[in-house]
Structure formats: structure tokens, C-alpha cells
């Protein structure tokens, strides 16, 4: 039996967010992370355009960068 996206439910949760940053060497998080991860997330939900890891590592990469004060491009981070 195949299994229909449009009938899958995804949960995000801020272990798995804590693990992606771990992954990827952020050792705190603020709000500003949980956020962007959720919005890259929602994008990967939306539109299947990557996978759902790289969704939360470019929004959390993201997050970085915006705090930083650096432009937030993270197009060039992205495995394609």
C-alpha cells in the first residue's frame, strides 16, 4: 500500500531541533533559532523542496547569521 504525503503528519520537536544544532556545532540556542528552524521546516512540509534535516540545519544556519548581523543568504549552504 502506498502512503499518500498529503496524508502524513509532521511533528517537529525542539530535540530534534537541539540534535540538528548539535550536528552542526551551535551550542546555544535562543528563541530566534527555534523559530527559523520552524519556518525552514514548514517550507520543507510545504513544498518537498529538500530534506527535512537540511530544512532545520539552513534555518538554523539562518538564525545564526541573522544574529551575527550578516546578510541571512544560506542559499550557498544548501546541498543541492
Do not use: P
Not at 502524513?8 to 520537536?13: E, F, G, K
Amino acid at each position: 500500500m502506498a502512503i499518500n504525503r498529503k496524508d502524513v503528519i509532521y511533528i517537529l520537536t525542539k530535540t530534534d531541533v537541539e540534535d540538528c544544532a548539535k550536528a552542526i556545532g551551535i551550542k546555544k540556542l535562543t528563541e530566534l533559532h527555534y523559530r527559523k528552524a520552524q519556518k525552514f521546516f514548514e517550507g520543507f512540509v510545504a513544498n518537498s523542496m529538500y530534506d527535512w534535516a537540511d530544512a532545520l540545519t539552513d534555518g538554523l544556519r539562518d538564525a545564526e547569521e541573522e544574529l551575527r548581523g550578516v546578510n541571512a543568504d544560506v542559499s550557498k549552504k544548501r546541498k543541492k
